[in-house]
């Protein structure tokens, strides 16, 4: 489990926020399927800038590796990252603040 402390006004947004980095997930091995580098760079780009944002700083740094690893068409690093992003998102614990 990884505790993480987001502000109380944040409150009703994080569900949706958590739900599209879960589709992100599935965009990005889809997008990797048929080599579209691009569209994962830019979905890593997106959390990269967004994460911090909501208070989810592993975010923002899974999303700058996987922005990377895009930009290199480094699939094996890609995979990697979203295995770690899919670990981290599952093991949340939110506390409101």
């Known amino acids: 489990m990884t505790k993480v402390r987001i502000d109380k006004d944040l409150e009703d947004l994080i569900p949706g926020y958590i739900e599209n980095r879960q589709k992100d997930i599935k965009s990005i091995l889809f997008s990797l399927e048929k080599a579209d580098y691009e569209s994962i760079r830019i979905l890593g780009h997106s959390m990269k800038g967004s994460?911090?944002?909501?208070?989810?700083?592993a975010i923002t740094r899974i999303g700058k590796s996987i922005e990377e690893a895009a930009k290199n068409k480094n699939g094996s690093e890609i995979k990697k990252q979203v295995e770690e992003l899919s670990y981290y998102i599952a093991g949340i614990e939110i506390t409101y603040e």
Do not use: I, L, P, S
Request: charged share 15%; hydrophobic share 15%.
């Open 51 to 57: 994460g911090g944002g909501y208070g989810f700083d």
